[in-house]
C-alpha cells in the first residue's frame, strides 16, 4: 500500500485548494480511503471519508457544504487511484497537516472512521495554511 498526499500550500481565508492523494498497490474496490489533518497542538480528525466499494462520501460536519472528496481511477483494475478533497471557502481553522489513509472494508465497517483506528496505512501528509 502506497499513498502519497500533494496539493498543499497557502491560501487566503475563503479561497480554495485541491488536495490529492494517490494511492497504489491495493484494489480500491475493497477499501476505503479517509482524510484527515492534524493542526499544532490539537488531536488528528477526521475530514471526509470515501469507501472504494460504492463510493459513498461521508465529512465531518465542520468541513460539510464545503470540502469536496472524490476519486479518479489511473488503472482498470483500480490498483491505482487518485483521491482528491476539493477544499472551498476555506477558513483559517482549516490550518493543519492533511493526511490521506487507507482501511480494509468500507467507511462504515469497524470504527468510527472518523477517529481513524482503522486506518493502518498513511501517507506523509502535506500542510495546509490559511491566512485571515
Known amino acids: 500500500v502506497h499513498l502519497v498526499e500533494s496539493g498543499g500550500g497557502l491560501v487566503q481565508a475563503g479561497g480554495s485548494l485541491k488536495l490529492s492523494c494517490a494511492s497504489s498497490?491495493?484494489?480500491?474496490?475493497?477499501?476505503?480511503i479517509g482524510w484527515f489533518r492534524q493542526a499544532p497542538g490539537k488531536e488528528r480528525e477526521g475530514v471526509s471519508c470515501?469507501?472504494?466499494?460504492?463510493?459513498?462520501?461521508?465529512?465531518?460536519?465542520?468541513v460539510k457544504g464545503r470540502f469536496t472528496v472524490g476519486r479518479v481511477a489511473i488503472s482498470a483494475d483500480n490498483a491505482e487511484n487518485t483521491l482528491y478533497l476539493q477544499m472551498n471557502n476555506l477558513k483559517p481553522e482549516d490550518t493543519a497537516v492533511y493526511y490521506c489513509?487507507?482501511?480494509?472494508?468500507?467507511?462504515?465497517?469497524?470504527?468510527?472512521?472518523?477517529?481513524?483506528?482503522?486506518?493502518?496505512?498513511w501517507g506523509q501528509g502535506t500542510q495546509v495554511t490559511v491566512s485571515s
Open positions: 489513509a487507507a482501511k480494509l472494508g468500507s467507511c462504515t465497517y469497524g470504527s468510527s472512521w472518523f477517529v481513524g483506528l482503522d486506518f493502518g496505512s
Open positions: 498497490g491495493f484494489i480500491l474496490d475493497y477499501h476505503a
Open positions: 470515501f469507501s472504494g466499494d460504492d463510493g459513498s462520501t461521508y465529512y465531518a460536519d465542520s
